[in-house]
């Protein structure tokens, strides 16, 4: 596969696309790790979206999309194609529903579902990213998710608009049947709320962002939780045994819980280290490489394995190292 001029210089004439060539996607991401792709695409608007989609299947380009890049771990190699963001960011409010355009901030969809009066994302605020990307992989925080509020979904499957319930999204820990078609691609959805005191749930937001603000601090090279938590009833029998039952809170332990115990705290690779008080919190030092953080990751799998018989399994996305993750 090699880069195709003709199609960036397609591209740049279309009105309300940005085009970016050679972008370094360390720039892009939170853990400010990974390499150049070819080039990276803005879209302001559907149409500017659809033509870059389809221009970019019809080269032969591979491609795939990105949001914030607060949940992605880039290969130092980069990505050997282009990379496409949807950046339309309306929050319409016409009532009890809200319309949101998936290029928004999430954090600005909860301060605006707050200041409307309207319940049900409160406890998601200080969540960083994007809308699309936090239906796609079902954020949430502090007992609430996207998907409860999840109205509908409209996205672009590469020929024609559609638009799934929230039944059809499939939803569930962390999951959407999104991630099984990664080349649908979101652009907006519409959310039902219920009404509520907007004093009341701004109070809420901001005791959660003051404690989020603790736990990751805003200028924090990191993805977040590296791992996603266990549902109590799917753990292998030796590391249910293990449990202590305080642990599991809601039907889920935490998988910090079993990296503490096998000694991931303060683990470092390079210049990538483990947090000294969260063992799920893993955090680029400065001068840290992809390369430490998969050898890290691959260390503390190897660990829990080995002690709990358990295989603990990434929340964060992997982009540049499958090219089956392209597109086209
Ligand atoms: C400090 C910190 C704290 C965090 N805390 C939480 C938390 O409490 N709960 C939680 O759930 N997550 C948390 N995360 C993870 C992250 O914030 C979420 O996963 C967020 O939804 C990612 O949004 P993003 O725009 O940065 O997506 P990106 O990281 O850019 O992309 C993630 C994935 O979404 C896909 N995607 C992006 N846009 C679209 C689209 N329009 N259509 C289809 N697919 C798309 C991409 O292909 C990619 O695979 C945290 C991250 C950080 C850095």
């Given at each position: 596969?090699?880069?195709s001029?003709?199609?960036?210089?397609h591209?740049?004439?279309?009105?309300?696309?940005?085009?970016?060539?050679?972008?370094?996607?360390?720039?892009?991401?939170?853990?400010?790790?990974?390499?150049?792709?070819?080039?990276?695409?803005?879209?302001?608007?559907?149409?500017?979206?659809?033509?870059a989609?389809?221009?970019?299947?019809?080269?032969?380009?591979?491609?795939?999309?990105?949001g914030?890049?607060?949940?992605?771990?880039?290969?130092?190699a980069?990505?050997?194609?282009?990379?496409?963001?949807?950046?339309?960011?309306?929050i319409?409010?016409?009532?009890t529903?809200?319309?949101?355009?998936?290029?928004?901030e999430?954090?600005?969809?909860?301060d605006?579902?707050n200041?409307?009066?309207?319940?049900?994302?409160?406890?998601m605020?200080?969540?960083?990213?994007?809308?699309?990307?936090?239906?796609?992989?079902?954020?949430?925080?502090?007992?609430?998710?996207?998907?409860?509020r999840?109205e509908?979904?409209?996205?672009?499957?590469?020929?024609?608009?559609?638009?799934?319930s929230?039944?059809?999204c499939?939803?569930?820990?962390?999951?959407?049947?999104?991630?099984?078609?990664?080349?649908?691609?979101?652009?907006?959805?519409?959310l039902?709320?219920?009404?509520?005191d907007?004093?009341?749930?701004?109070?809420?937001?901001?005791?959660?962002?003051a404690?989020?603000?603790?736990?990751?601090?805003?200028?924090?090279?990191?993805?977040?939780?590296?791992?996603?938590?266990?549902l109590?009833?799917?753990?292998?029998?030796?590391?249910?045994?293990?449990?202590p039952?305080?642990?599991v809170?809601?039907?889920?332990?935490?998988?910090?819980?079993?990296?503490?115990?096998?000694?991931?705290?303060?683990?470092?690779?390079?210049?990538?280290?483990?947090?000294?008080?969260?063992?799920?919190l893993?955090?680029?030092?400065?001068?840290?490489?992809?390369?430490?953080?998969?050898a890290?990751?691959?260390?503390?799998?190897?660990?829990?394995w080995?002690?709990?018989?358990?295989?603990?399994?990434?929340?964060?996305?992997?982009?540049?190292?499958?090219?089956?993750?392209?597109?086209?």
């Open positions: 596969m090699t880069f001029h003709d199609a960036m210089h591209l740049r004439q279309v009105p309300g696309l940005r085009v970016l060539p050679g972008a370094e996607l360390r720039h892009h991401t939170r853990f400010r790790l990974g390499g150049p792709c070819w080039f990276l695409a803005d879209a302001e608007t559907p149409e500017a979206f659809q033509q989609y389809i221009t970019l299947a019809a080269a032969g380009i591979p491609w795939t999309s990105i914030a890049g607060t949940n992605l771990i880039v290969n130092d980069g990505y050997p194609g282009a990379i496409l963001r949807y950046s339309a960011s309306r319409l409010v016409p009532g529903n809200i319309f949101v355009d998936a290029g928004a999430l954090n600005a969809l909860v605006t579902a200041a409307h009066a309207l319940a049900g994302l409160e406890s605020a200080g969540i960083p990213g994007w809308v699309g990307a936090a239906i796609y992989g079902n954020a949430g925080a502090y007992g609430q998710s996207i998907h409860q999840v509908s979904v409209r996205f672009f499957d590469g020929r024609e608009l559609r638009q799934w929230k039944a059809e499939g939803f569930r820990y962390r999951h959407s049947r999104f991630k099984e078609h990664k080349e649908y691609q979101i652009l907006s959805a519409t039902q709320l219920e009404p509520g907007a004093a009341a749930l701004q109070a809420v937001s901001q005791k959660i962002r404690t989020r603000d603790a736990k990751f601090p805003p200028s924090m090279a990191c993805a977040g939780s590296i791992f996603k938590n266990f109590y009833k799917d753990l292998p029998d030796r590391a249910r045994a293990a449990v039952p305080a642990k809170i809601e039907g889920k332990v935490p998988a910090g819980w079993f990296l503490e115990e096998v000694g991931a705290k303060g683990l470092q690779v390079g210049g990538i280290k483990v947090a000294d008080y969260h063992a799920n893993i955090y680029n030092t400065g001068h840290g490489t992809t390369a430490d953080l998969l890290l990751i691959a260390e503390l799998k190897t660990r829990a080995h002690q709990f018989n358990l295989s603990i399994e990434e929340e964060v996305q992997y982009l540049g190292f499958d090219t089956a993750t392209s597109h086209a």
